[in-house]
């Protein structure tokens, strides 16, 4: 059989540095995170400095012969719109951009 394999939704960032609801995310080590009160793994633990790089990301879709990506942005992963505008110069990403209500409102 004959097809293309697209991820849909993945996510990147240098590092997850943000407050949502008034609860800190946190990048700390090993591939874990200060999550909404909570410690959770949300990387591999091989990346030990918590980074979600687009290398990284695109050795595994090499890896796993997925054609393209489309990156998504949450506010959980931080304002991350100065990495994912480099990112997208891949020709194998198409990423999304995420307003920051949350500075903006401070500034007005």
Known sequence: MDYTIIDAHAHLWLRQDTV??????RT????????????RQ????FM?????SAEVF??????AQV???VITQEFIDGIQNDYLS???????????????FWSRR???
């Open 86 to 100: 480099e990112v997208s110069l891949f020709a194998e990403c198409v990423s999304s951009a995420n307003l920051d």
């Open 42 to 45: 949300m990387v591999p633990p």
């Open 28 to 39: 700390l080590e090993n591939g874990r995170s200060e999550f909404m009160g909570e410690i």
């Open 20 to 25: 949502v609801d008034g609860l800190p995310i």
């Open 106 to 108: 401070k500034s007005l």
């Open 58 to 63: 695109l050795s595994n879709m090499d890896y």
């Open 48 to 52: 030990i400095d918590g980074v979600n």
């Open 67 to 69: 054609a393209a990506a």
